[in-house]
């Protein structure tokens, strides 16, 4: 009786991972976002006259954005909240969106941190304006500048922001 030997494809274990790491590592490269930046702040902290600033450019006016912002602090932040006025300028330096927004970093009662974190960071992700629509094409700026009654916030480590497009939009008149 004649056995034929049927052996399998030379596709290892190693090519397979290799192939989905890849595949993953370049289904990242499809981000839309308009920009997603953080800014460190040392160990100083925030200082109230510290405004972040990020320009960034709106080519598409037919969708709207989502604006999230994002907080990491360390134990060091001696209150629950944080206050803070985010703001779309346009080129001209008219503001288009200003808000005041509370970050609640730690649980009023328990004093248990919120957000993710390892040891003494955490790391907060807030959505601020949900459906921002702009005006016209063009070079805005986000600001942020935090609102609370001291003068340096010790203990935020960095703010940073990213502005996505909200894509089921496109078919609006």
């Known amino acids: 009786m004649d056995h034929k030997h049927h052996r399998a494809p030379n596709f290892s274990w190693l090519t ?3 192939l989905f790491a890849s595949l993953w590592v370049f289904s990242g490269c499809g981000d839309t976002a308009v920009f997603d930046q953080t800014e460190s702040l040392g160990e100083t902290g925030w200082l109230q006259t510290k405004k972040i600033e990020i320009p960034f450019e709106i080519k598409d006016t037919r969708v709207s954005y989502a604006l999230d912002v994002s907080i990491r602090q360390s ?3 001696a209150f629950y909240n944080l206050y803070f006025v985010p703001q779309i300028i346009d080129s001209k330096g008219k503001v288009i969106k200003k808000a005041l927004a509370e970050a609640i970093l730690y649980d009023a009662t328990s004093g248990k941190a919120k ?3 390892l040891g003494d960071m955490y790391s907060h992700s807030y959505s601020i304006f949900p459906a921002l629509n702009f005006p016209a094409a063009g070079k805005y700026t986000l600001r942020l500048e935090q609102y609370m009654r ?5 203990g935020v480590v960095s703010v940073g922001a990213a502005l996505h497009p909200n894509s089921i939009d496109h078919g609006k008149n």
């Open 115 to 117: 957000g993710a974190g």
């Open 75 to 77: 134990n060091n932040y």
């Open 16 to 18: 397979f991972c290799g």
């Open 150 to 154: 001291t003068d340096t916030l010790a």
